[in-house]
């Protein structure tokens, strides 16, 4: 059960947000950082408020604010224009497809550093580009390939039993059997987590029979090793919704992740390295990530530009 | 890299499961007669079962009476996750531009309103519009405090009170 110590933390913690968002002054940032430092209650409490603050930016602002605020569902023929509007886009959609043979598809994709993509593919399946990734589409009457050359992809395919549907990367490939995974090409080997259904892998120099991996399992490989199938750790897909989502993680781990959505180099002490996190971080803004793991943890940033950023102890 | 917390089958699951073969079909029933055939009962009734796992079982004497509580909970938050969805479709009907999200985000941002919905009820409607604006606006104290009509030492107040409201809250639903 919550204490009493608790619950004055948190109550005092809502304070000084409070008080920090109106003001500037030095004082006050002072004085909530005495208070921070006071007790273990008080960084809890904190680290509570920060994970609440990262919830909500999950939000699309705008159009989270207009649903909560209005009274709901009060004007119903606004929402009927809605529902029709959504229905009437799928079923165009989809007429469109039906009236369309397939017609070779062709397309390089890329994004830049920090930046995500979102593309529908010309079967209609979806295609989400992490960070600095890369990717080239080539489709055709027999099959429906990506090479991913870098980065990281999530794909959710459409059934098209005439012609399957290819990942291929530097160490495989992998042939979908259902709808849902995401491929990261690391620097010495290939990782492929399934969300549905499942993915068939073949190894590009082992002439062995392919490796099935179930929805729920991840599967590393190289050109010649499968490792051993691991659970699928279920935020690591997370960057699809714009956020770092992380559990007991080792700092030097965190950093690593979120150093591939911003340009530089960002480190850390090696005495810190070993610090554990757990949050919810926006992959858009990684300087407030940082601030974030400033307030959680005992360290401090020393940066001598935005490009070169290490996480040092306090003290 | 990451830990997930071992998932144990533990004493309470299985109390759960004895209960779910014993009374599963009871509340299917129970809900049906309550709903009409237009929301699913069967759908429910897994809802209630769900929140049962997730939350602390108590000794239970009368199961069918506390199946019942749990369900009656689970309905209050199925019309409000209706109201709210609808309110969002008005909203997105409402946008200049069509914003176009998977099912899987949209699924996450419902689980984000309903629970900030949970959190922000009972306040004053200055300390829950000032809440919102700030957060999810991202408007500063004195914006909100002239929309409001209000001082921003008021605006400070209302967000303090806010905060607090859903950090008290936040943790007990935990407990």
Redesign the interface.
């Known amino acids: 059960?919550?204490t009493d110590r608790?619950?004055a933390a948190?109550?005092m913690?809502?304070?000084w947000?409070?008080?920090l968002?109106?003001s500037t002054r030095e004082e006050d940032r002072l004085a909530w950082h005495e208070w921070h430092a006071q007790a273990p209650e008080n960084q809890w409490?904190w680290q509570?408020?920060e994970n609440?603050?990262q919830?909500?930016q999950?939000?699309?602002?705008?159009?989270?604010?207009?649903?909560?605020?209005?009274e709901?569902?009060r004007?119903?023929r606004?929402?009927l224009?809605?529902?029709v509007?959504?229905a009437g886009g799928s079923t165009l959609a989809w007429t469109a497809r039906q009236n369309l043979p397939w017609q070779p598809w062709v397309a390089d994709q890329r994004s830049a550093i920090g930046e995500r993509r979102?593309l529908t593919l010309a079967d209609g399946s979806?295609l989400h580009l992490n960070t600095a990734s890369a990717v080239d589409i080539r489709f055709d009457a027999q099959q429906r390939l990506i090479e991913l050359q870098a980065g990281e992809i999530q794909v959710?395919t459409v059934p098209d039993p005439a012609r399957p549907f290819l990942v291929a990367t530097r160490d495989g490939l992998i042939r979908a059997l259902g709808t849902r995974f995401t491929v990261r090409q690391r620097k010495a080997f290939t990782e492929v987590g399934v969300l549905q259904h499942a993915v068939a892998v073949t190894l590009k120099q082992t002439p062995q029979p392919d490796t099935l991996v179930q929805a729920g399992q991840c599967l590393a490989f190289d050109a010649s090793h499968t490792q051993p199938l691991r659970?699928l750790?279920?935020?690591?897909s997370e960057w699809?919704?714009g956020r770092l989502v992380?559990?007991?993680?080792?700092l030097a781990?965190t950093l690593e992740?979120l150093s591939r959505y911003r340009p530089g180099l960002l480190s850390c002490d090696s005495s810190i390295a070993d610090l554990r996190l757990s949050g919810a971080y926006p992959l858009d803004d990684t300087d407030q990530a940082l601030a974030a793991i400033v307030r959680a943890l005992p360290v401090h940033i020393v940066s001598l530009t935005r490009y070169w950023v290490r996480l040092v102890p306090i003290g | 890299m990451s830990n997930a917390p071992p998932n144990n089958a533990s004493a309470p699951h299985q109390a759960i499961g004895l209960l779910y073969q014993d009374h599963h079909g009871w509340l299917v029933g129970w809900l049906r007669r309550r709903l009409g055939c237009s929301h699913n009962a069967a759908d429910l009734a897994q809802d209630t079962f769900v929140r049962l796992i997730n939350g602390s079982l108590p000794e239970v004497r009368e199961p069918r009476h506390y199946l019942v509580t749990v369900a009656k909970r689970v309905m209050v938050d199925h019309f409000r996750r209706r109201a709210l969805e609808r309110a969002y479709l008005e909203a997105l009907a409402q946008q200049p531009q069509a914003e176009e999200v998977s099912p899987e985000v949209r699924l996450q941002i419902m689980e984000t309103l309903l629970a900030l919905d949970a959190m922000l009820l009972g306040l004053g409607h200055k300390p829950r519009q000032a809440f919102l604006m700030s957060q999810l606006l991202g408007m500063n104290y004195n914006e909100i405090a002239e929309r409001l009509g209000v001082s921003v030492s008021s605006v400070t107040k209302y967000i303090a009170k806010a905060t607090e409201q859903c950090l008290l809250f936040a943790l007990d639903a935990e407990h």
């Open positions: 059960m919550p608790q619950r948190l109550r913690a809502a304070h947000y409070a008080v968002g109106a409490a509570r408020l609440l603050q919830q909500l999950g939000l699309p602002g705008n159009l989270a604010f207009q649903t909560i605020s209005s709901w569902g004007d119903r606004t929402v224009k809605g529902l509007l959504l979102s979806r959710e659970p750790d279920p935020l690591a699809t919704n992380i559990d007991g993680w080792r781990d992740e």
